[in-house]
């Protein structure tokens, strides 16, 4: 094992873990504003990164507002299914677990949809930056990948000012921590619940739009990424969407060391192992603090 | 059993005797399937009616159960029931030693372990090709011999997977009509208290986690031994989730509920496949459909339905 491959290694992790953070940090946010699990968040990224494509080969957009219409086409979806599913079942004070089914259905039925819509061809977006590459002690970095970490990191910290600096990200945790009382000071808690889900959405696209230049998005990378997302969410603690981005990073580091040490066939069952484990010995996730409620 | 749901099971049995030869080919195949998933079901039902536990990893124990009977039978030349018993004893010990730690967790956390669960026995059903086959898969499995009356027609083995789908039925039944059914019933509507009552929780939802993982094995052998062949592509995350499904449409309390389900998994895909590839959507609209306005499935709903229009009837009487 030389230091080059240990870099490589390494560095290929922070580089998925980005993307396993922003879907992670959408299923955080979405279960912090309105306790459902979003087993379609993966779904999202498919979205975002399909919309960026299309708009980009079909249209003939420019590559950056492609990018931005794929964001906006998540944030939408969000917001679509928030109005359209989520508020007449929770006014029903549906169970969580058919909060779950919901979302499972609707995950069906999108993947389903680009399948019929788009086809079953992967597609590949052109690299942010250049095609570049940097070479560190012989370990090979695409600008892209580079481009993907800033762009991660940015978001992240866009995302705590967001919660802790404006009066919209502030309402929201309001309405998350206890509805009635944030409903007597004159906050709309079923719109909070909405901007949860638009939020969501963004996130889960961005993570889309970033990973295709890597790997390229097909309909079935939804539910692969929807629980890689769940693990990071759930390493973080699940009710922080910050330490999402932690517990991202976390696994995907997890990864890329089990790729070395052991077989990359085996990359899902080490991270899914570790997700096991962790739930189990874990429950606070690895940061230890905020409550982990949910069932 | 009262006398009145007796008049209804004589029709009902004769119609049952009757299908295979009336209906054709392929549905009869499809209504073999409907049998195996119900069994598949079943198990499912009993936790997420009984226990509130929603198991996204069914699809692991059917694999394991395909792949003892396709292993047993075409690598090392034993009987059949050989298969059976192996799929079942793996089956049941796994979900044992993993059903210990994980069903500690609840809720969401438990839904998505067993999800983790059955992407990695996936995963590792497609890496051990040793075992599995791989991709590739076992074929030649041979078909069912009952001291020599050989079930190699789908109107042969409908009989066979019915029977044993009506007896795991009866097992299901009894379960949650004995001391341990009144013992879930009581965890489930309070947990604590059933625990100040010196019931052992996490032994109990152990047990009907093992049931469910025999039936699981139970319905992957009787899969394997109709289709002849298993490969990789049965036994997906994708799989979990319908038959997860199955009570969930059907209504997970009720056992005919569970009967519903499997059929609603098995014919409507083959329904809308004649509208061509739009069927996929249309499947996974009507999952939402059915979740959203049927929250206790079709059995639920529909007994919804008969008192509402027995109360508007006893009005106006």
């Given at each position: 094992?030389?230091?080059?491959?240990?870099?490589?290694?390494?560095?290929?992790?922070?580089?998925?873990?980005?993307?396993?953070?922003?879907?992670?940090?959408?299923?955080?946010?979405?279960?912090?504003g309105s306790r459902v699990i979003n087993a379609m968040q993966g779904e999202f990224a498919v979205i975002g990164a399909m919309t960026t494509v299309l708009l980009l080969t079909k249209s003939g957009w420019p590559y950056a507002a492609a990018i931005a219409g794929g964001a906006v086409a998540g944030a939408l979806v969000g917001a679509f299914i928030e109005v359209a599913f989520v508020r007449y079942m929770a006014a029903k004070n549906a169970s969580e677990d058919s909060f779950l089914l919901l979302t499972i259905g609707l995950a069906l039925s999108l993947s389903a949809s680009i399948l019929y819509f788009v086809g079953r061809d992967g597609h590949l977006l052109p690299p942010l930056g250049s095609e570049g590459v940097l070479i560190v002690m012989d370990a090979v970095i695409q600008f892209h990948a580079l481009w993907l970490i800033a762009i991660g990191i940015g978001a992240t910290l866009a995302l705590r000012a967001f919660y802790h600096r404006t009066t919209i990200g502030l309402s929201m945790m309001a309405a998350s921590i206890d509805?009635?009382?944030?409903?007597?000071?004159?906050?709309?808690?079923?719109?909070?619940?909405?901007?949860?889900?638009?939020?969501?959405?963004?996130?889960?696209?961005?993570?889309?739009?970033?990973?295709?230049p890597l790997i390229g998005v097909d309909y079935?990378?939804?539910?692969?990424?929807?629980?890689?997302?769940?693990?990071?969410?759930?390493?973080?603690?699940?009710?922080?969407?910050?330490?999402?981005?932690?517990?991202g990073v976390t696994l995907g580091l997890v990864e890329s060391l089990a790729i070395i040490g052991i077989s990359s066939s085996y990359k899902d069952v080490v991270a899914f192992s570790v997700l096991i484990v962790i739930m189990i010995l874990m429950p606070q996730g690895i940061l230890g603090r905020a409550g982990r409620r949910g069932g | 059993m009262s006398s009145r749901s007796l008049l209804w099971l004589v029709p009902c049995l004769v119609i049952w005797a009757v299908l295979p030869f009336v209906l054709p080919r392929n549905v009869a195949d499809l209504l073999v399937f409907t049998g195996i998933y119900t069994v598949a079901g079943l198990g499912i039902g009993l936790l997420l009616g009984h226990c509130g536990i929603v198991n996204l990893a069914q699809a692991t124990f059917y694999?394991?159960?395909?792949?003892?009977?396709?292993?047993?039978?075409?690598?090392?030349?034993?009987?059949s029931?050989?298969?059976?018993?192996?799929?079942a004893v793996i089956s049941m010990a796994l979900a044992y030693v993993i059903g210990r730690p994980i069903l500690r967790l609840t809720g969401?956390?438990?839904?998505?372990?067993?999800?983790?669960?059955?992407?990695?026995?996936?995963?590792?059903?497609?890496?051990?090709?040793?075992?599995?086959?791989?991709?590739?898969?076992?074929?030649?499995?041979?078909?069912l011999d009952l001291?020599?009356?050989?079930?190699?027609?789908?109107?042969?083995?409908?009989?066979?997977?019915?029977?044993?789908?009506?007896?795991?039925?009866?097992?299901?039944?009894?379960?949650?009509?004995?001391?341990t059914g009144l013992m879930l019933r009581a965890m489930r509507d309070s947990s604590t208290a059933a625990a100040s009552l010196s019931i052992d929780l996490q032994a109990l939802r152990t047990k009907v986690f093992v049931v469910c993982a025999l039936f699981g094995a139970l319905a992957g052998s009787l899969f394997a031994h109709h289709v002849s062949f298993v490969s990789t592509q049965s036994f997906?995350?994708?799989?979990?989730?319908?038959?997860?499904?199955?009570?969930?449409?059907?209504?997970?309390?009720?056992?005919?509920?569970?009967?519903?389900?499997?059929?609603?998994?098995?014919?409507?895909?083959?329904?809308?496949?004649?509208?061509?590839?739009?069927?996929?959507?249309?499947?996974?609209?009507?999952?939402?459909?059915?979740?959203?306005?049927?929250?206790?499935?079709?059995?639920?709903?529909?007994?919804?339905?008969?008192?509402?229009?027995?109360?508007r009837g006893g009005g106006h009487g």
């Open positions: 094992m030389t230091i080059s491959l240990v870099l490589q290694a390494l560095f290929a992790g922070v580089t998925n873990g980005i993307v396993y953070a922003l879907v992670g940090m959408g299923l955080s946010a979405i279960f912090k509805a009635d009382g944030a409903a007597t000071t004159g906050i709309n808690v079923a719109r909070m619940r909405t901007f949860t889900f638009v939020l969501g959405g963004l996130l889960g696209a961005m993570g889309g739009i970033l990973v295709t079935q990378l939804g539910l692969n990424l929807t629980l890689k997302g769940f693990a990071a969410a759930v390493l973080g603690g699940l009710t922080n969407p910050l330490g999402a981005a932690v517990g | 694999g394991l159960g395909a792949y003892a009977s396709a292993y047993c039978t075409v690598m090392m030349g034993l009987p029931i050989a298969g059976f018993i192996v799929g969401y956390f438990l839904a998505l372990g067993t999800l983790a669960l059955s992407a990695i026995a996936s995963a590792l059903f497609f890496e051990w090709d040793w075992l599995t086959g791989g991709t590739l898969g076992i074929g030649g499995i041979p078909k001291f020599g009356f050989v079930l190699d027609r789908p109107s042969r083995y409908y009989f066979f997977v019915w029977i044993v789908a009506f007896a795991c039925m009866i097992v299901a039944h009894n379960l949650v009509d004995s001391r997906t995350v994708d799989r979990s989730i319908s038959f997860l499904l199955i009570p969930v449409i059907g209504g997970a309390t009720s056992i005919p509920g569970i009967v519903v389900g499997a059929l609603f998994v098995t014919f409507l895909p083959e329904l809308l496949s004649k509208l061509g590839d739009i069927h996929q959507i249309l499947f996974g609209l009507a999952l939402v459909a059915v979740v959203v306005l049927m929250p206790e499935g079709l059995v639920g709903a529909f007994g919804k339905l008969r008192t509402r229009l027995a109360r």
